[in-house]
């Protein structure tokens, strides 16, 4: 057996997993990304509403009207519209002119659960093997003129009048357009939304013009709902590593925010991250800045990137943000257009409008360029935003057809940042190739087993396999230090300076050829394998609902088989089985491999896998159950090696 006292890099691993350990509770509670500019000291301004108020904030009470958007009401005459795609359905209603629910259909790379379809209400889900994606609130894309409307906008209550064309095989275009009165000011809003048929991603471009003949002059600010919720609600909303993948990111003025939960400024649900004072976070220091927003949940993420335009009138300046947003997703953030102010009705007609009333559609080649002169005019604001919802993936966010997408946003490729937000955080994503390799790799394996506990068992197996070699130069080094015991036990006798003793140790060592640095080897090769086995494993969509045996109802959460109400302090204590056995065979595997005379290292020993059993609580049951096995294997494999080193005596 291995003398772990005498060896410097077996003494390194203890404090190696309980810094990996570390790194991924703070990748759990991180409170932002770094500003990717590093000679700005505060790239993002944060203040709240009390401190420091927006310029020309309209922050009187709503007078219907008076001061807001005034319409002619229509009744009974409301009209839903259905789109589908290859991989998503959406409803859209004049009411309002708004994305009503968008489901997600189950695919090659979206493996919606069966059991999670079977348990839904929703006929639209069963009938085509999707999943409603926006808990059934939609997306408003909606102009509002009060903070308080970000739960919902006097504009969702408008009729607006539609039309759908079916552009060509690729592309589905709907059409809103409503007249509507600010004070004596006329105005029209159109909501246009483009769905390519193969894609994620949706165009949605929404647009204000001014039909009066003088400046339209706001005195404010014009506010802009884009999507709120995105669902599924977490089953477990007492687990904080689940609650914290659920939240809202941006990037604003060239810096990613990620915030984690739903507090402010990151904080989540701990409390964590000095979240500020007041029901809003107002951020409008940096003009023309916000480059995109969206939110995330634990198996999902929907954003919009706002699309570069010639001119500034066009481009978003800020967004606020409900520092303690209700957890149904009713309202999160809003887009600011600060200080807003048209010039006079133009009487020739926007190009983009020609564009899309064009009865000749089969020649169409792309709305792109017609969108980037009409931002040249200041008689409209177009807020023109590329729109994805879809899975947290990189199989998923990209351009499947990116002739027919650069044609549409003028874009090569997705906004590579939002990788940060898909696989958590930017550590995470280092390792995202190897994390959707074992993903597809526990695709394969269940579709022959169909039972993803026991794909991750295979898993666990298939790795020990690959690291044979290794292991087997593991299992001959600790054979020769378990050699040369009694030498070490005479060291460890005669030498009580550390320092000198070590030396003794290496060069005993030296002398029969050891190098003990390869008795660990296995065990650091093994490092990123399983940084990317927790990211797959944490929130891949296969484990949500999936059963393995007896107790273990659900791979993606823990394996709780009670919940004690009050225990000692805590509420709701949670008692889960897998993590026992986990720390149990733990203990067991370092009594099996290890055999120190120092206190330290004895301490050490058993002080891990007590800071394992923290770690791994919360976590859910399929990360849990792969680091079990690897254990019992290695246990195993133990066993068989002392077996042979004993006979071989």
């Known amino acids: 057996m291995q003398e772990q006292n005498q060896n410097p890099i077996t003494s390194l691993i203890p404090i190696l997993i309980l810094g990996i350990a570390t790194i991924f509770l703070f990748q759990y509670f991180e409170l932002s990304k770094p500003p990717e500019n590093p000679e700005k000291q505060n790239p993002i301004t944060q203040t709240t509403e009390q401190e420091k108020p927006v310029p020309n904030q309209i922050i009187q009470d709503i007078v219907q009207n008076k001061n807001d958007f005034n319409f002619k009401k229509v009744q009974n005459n409301t009209k839903q519209i259905i789109v589908e795609n290859e991989r998503n359905i959406y409803i859209l209603n004049n009411l309002g002119g708004r994305i009503e ?36 609130r939609g997306m408003d894309f909606q102009l509002h003129l009060y903070k308080s ?12 009048e539609s039309e759908v064309k079916e552009i060509n095989d690729n592309l589905t275009q709907v059409t809103f357009y409503k007249d509507i009165e600010f004070k004596d000011y006329k105005l029209t809003i159109y909501k246009i939304y483009r769905f390519l048929k193969k894609e994620n991603f949706f165009h949605q471009i929404t647009i204000i013009k001014n039909q009066t003949d003088k400046d339209f002059i706001l005195n404010g600010d014009l506010f802009y709902k884009t999507f709120s919720a995105l669902g599924p609600e977490p089953e477990d909303k007492e687990n904080t590593r689940i609650l914290n993948t659920y939240g809202r990111f941006y990037n604003y003025d060239n810096s990613l925010k990620v915030l984690h939960g739903f507090g402010a400024n990151g904080g989540g649900f701990l409390g964590c991250g000095g979240a500020p004072k007041g029901k809003y976070t107002i951020l409008v220091e940096k003009l023309n800045s916000l480059k995109y927003a969206g939110i995330n949940s634990r198996y999902f993420i929907s954003y919009s990137q706002f699309l570069e335009t010639p001119n500034e009138l066009h481009y978003p300046d ?4 409900e520092n303690q947003p209700p957890f149904d997703g009713s309202s999160s953030f809003t887009i600011i257009f600060w200080d807003l102010k048209l010039s006079k009705k133009n009487a020739e007609e926007l190009r983009t409008l020609q564009y899309i009333n064009n009865e000749q ?4 080649k792309g709305i792109y360029g017609y969108l980037q002169e009409d931002k040249k005019r200041n008689d409209a604001l177009i807020i023109d935003q590329i729109v994805y919802t879809g899975l947290r993936s990189d199989e998923e966010h990209k351009f499947f057809q990116p002739d027919i997408v650069k044609q549409e946003f003028g874009l090569d490729e997705p906004e590579s940042s939002i990788r940060d937000v898909i696989y958590s955080s930017g550590f995470l994503a280092l390792f995202s190739k190897l994390r959707d390799g074992i993903i597809i790799l526990m695709r394969f394996i269940n579709n ?3 039972n993803y506990g026991i794909s991750i068992i295979l898993i666990a197996v298939f790795f020990k396999l690959i690291t044979y070699p290794l292991n087997q130069v593991q299992a001959k080094t600790m054979k020769k230090i378990h050699a040369l015991k009694p030498e070490l036990d005479r060291i460890n006798e005669k030498y009580q300076d550390p320092a000198e003793r070590q030396k003794k140790i290496m060069d005993l060592y030296k002398k029969h050829k050891i190098n003990p640095a390869m008795g660990c080897l296995p065990m650091l090769i093994q490092i990123p394998i399983f940084i990317a086995l927790y990211s797959a494993f944490s929130d891949s969509i296969e484990l949500w609902k999936s059963p393995f ?3 273990m109802k659900d791979l993606s959460q823990p394996d709780t088989v009670y919940v004690i109400k009050d225990f000692i302090f805590i509420k709701n204590f949670h008692i889960n089985i897998l993590p026992l056995i986990m720390v149990g065979s733990q203990l067991l595997q370092q009594k099996l491999t290890t055999v120190s005379t120092d206190p330290q290292q004895k301490f050490l020993m058993y002080f891990m896998p007590i800071i394992m059993l923290f770690f791994f ?10 680091w079990t096995v690897q254990n019992i294997i290695t246990i195993i494999w133990q066993v068989v090696v002392e077996k042979f080193s004993t006979e071989e005596k």
Not at 318 to 321: A, V
Not at 617 to 626: A, E, H, I, K, R
Request: glycine letters at 6%; aromatic letters at 12%; a neutral charge.
């Open 361 to 364: 559609t089969e020649t169409i």
């Open 617 to 626: 609580w919360g976590m859910p049951s399929g990360v849990t159950l792969y």
């Open 549 to 551: 045996i007896w107790w």
């Open 318 to 321: 800020g967004i606020i943000l």
């Open 448 to 450: 022959y087993v169909h």
């Open 101 to 136: 629910r968008i489901y997600l259909k189950s695919g090659e790379n979206v493996k919606i659960p069966k059991s999670v379809i079977e348990q839904s209400n929703d006929e639209l889900e069963k009938k085509y093997h999707a999943l409603e994606i926006t808990r059934y």
């Open 149 to 160: 409307q970000m739960i919902k906008p006097v504009l969702n209550d408008a009729i607006f």
